[in-house]
């Protein structure tokens, strides 16, 4: 179970790296394989890793080549079947979550209604100024995400962006 987390601020200014890195402790329990920080304009993704797919080639942020970012925490069970129909693609991971990055690039926002599986993704396009949130219909990958008057953030769990002072809890009577 990998976790994700990520902070789109409104200004245009970059994440805090202090941010960042408070999101970054606070989801490494769920990936004991590798951590990163990536960022690009106004957006930082982190990611925790626990390699299952590609052990060796799959660390995230999957970039690319135009820069789109994609995290997640995901299995694609249709990832061979979507390759097979991106012939045109050449694919640089064994990793099932690169073929939501390159369905992305191809079709846009409606991406996700391709995918069979189970996930929670982040996409930065910055030179579209986006960042794409996707959860599996199910809802089995958790992804929560609060808009605050700096930006957007999400996480995999409410407790990172609890822990990096994103949101502050409080009980809803």
């Not at 402790?25 to 930082?44: I, Y």
């Not at 080549?65 to 129909?85: M, T």
């Not at 939501?100 to 409606?110: E, I, T």
């Amino acid at each position: 179970m990998c976790g994700i987390a990520g902070v789109m601020m409104r200004g245009g200014q970059p994440p805090s790296r202090d941010t960042l890195q408070a999101l970054a402790l606070a989801l490494r329990h769920r990936g004991p394989d590798g951590q990163a920080v990536h960022v690009h304009g106004a957006t930082g993704l982190v990611h925790a890793r626990l390699a299952i797919v590609d052990l060796l080639g799959g660390a995230q942020p999957l970039i690319s080549a135009d820069g789109v970012a994609l995290i997640a925490n995901a299995e694609i069970y249709n990832d061979l079947d979507l390759r097979r129909e991106m012939h045109d693609v050449s694919f640089a991971t064994g990793s099932d979550c690169e073929s939501p990055l390159h369905l992305y690039r191809k079709v846009g926002d409606v991406f996700a209604e391709r995918l069979r599986g189970m996930y929670a993704i982040a996409i930065s396009d910055s030179a579209q100024r986006r960042l794409i949130l996707a959860r599996d219909p199910f809802g089995i990958k958790p992804l929560y995400y609060a808009e605050t008057p700096d930006g957007v953030c999400f996480a995999s769990e409410p407790q990172a962006l609890i822990a990096a002072g994103l949101v502050v809890p409080r009980v809803n009577a």
